[in-house]
């Protein structure tokens, strides 16, 4: 599976944006699907995962109320609707998909990753 990334910009703190990771060569339904984030000189830490199902979601604590996952399998793609956003949310953004089909939140547990969007908050 292709991963693309798309969605990412500047946005004042409070408001919102919808990340979109648009899937080719497989259906984004046979795999877990993940979002992480990466700040400056930071670790690559998770956001928020689908399983495959779709049943099954989970979600970083900082992003916890305010981002949901959602997806649309006739467009085959994942998105993150990210609200109330904060400074601190400023990153790029990452999706990836994992084999294992789970909502993992480690990134050792995803196999493909999309290139990044990159998502500034100002204060």
């Known amino acids: 599976v292709q991963l693309q990334a798309s969605g990412g910009g500047l946005v004042q703190a409070g408001g919102s944006l919808r990340l979109s990771c648009a899937a080719s060569?497989?259906?984004?339904?046979?795999?877990?699907m993940g979002w992480f984030r990466q700040a400056p000189g930071k670790e690559r830490d998770f956001v928020g995962a689908i399983s495959w199902t779709g049943r099954t979601t989970s979600y970083a604590d900082s992003v916890k109320g305010r981002f949901t996952i959602l997806r649309d399998l006739t467009k085959n793609t994942m998105y993150l609707q990210m609200n109330s956003l904060k400074p601190e949310d400023t990153a790029v953004y990452f999706c990836a998909a994992s084999e294992a089909r789970l909502a993992s939140v480690s990134r050792d547990e995803y196999d493909y990753w999309g290139q990044g969007t990159k998502v500034t908050v100002s204060s």
């Open positions: 060569g497989r259906a984004i339904n046979y795999y877990g």
